[in-house]
């Protein structure tokens, strides 16, 4: 069974950073594929950045070159640096996992309010 748990977010203006966590109770978290989505009110999920399991990242053109996201296999914990923030990047962000890279488990949420 897959348990995800994210932290870090909060309130930030415009231009400034924050980095997201999520803590993985997952048996074999190495040979999952992980990623970050994100769901602003009124708004479709969207994914907003992917690692396989191999390390190669994926990340929607809307956050390209400002966020990066990360694992620490040892530690079972997924990040996702945000930096350069914007208002547009206000939204629930979602800790996902997914053995197959199709199908995923939810985390339950961190909220990230940017103000300009």
């Known amino acids: 069974q897959v348990q995800l748990v994210e932290s870090g977010g909060g309130s930030v203006q415009a231009g400034g950073s924050l980095r997201l966590s999520c803590a993985a109770s997952?048996?074999?978290?190495?040979?999952?594929?992980m990623a970050w989505f994100r769901q602003a009110a009124g708004k479709e999920r969207e994914g907003v950045a992917f690692i396989n399991p191999y390390g190669s990242t994926n990340y929607a053109d809307s956050v390209k070159g400002r966020f990066t996201i990360s694992k620490d296999n040892a530690k079972n914990t997924l990040y996702l640096q945000m930096n350069v923030l914007k208002p547009e990047d206000t939204a629930m962000y979602y800790c996902a996992a997914s053995y197959s890279g199709s199908s995923w488990s939810w985390g339950q949420g961190t909220q990230v309010t940017v103000s300009s």
């Open positions: 997952i048996y074999t978290y190495s040979n999952y594929y």
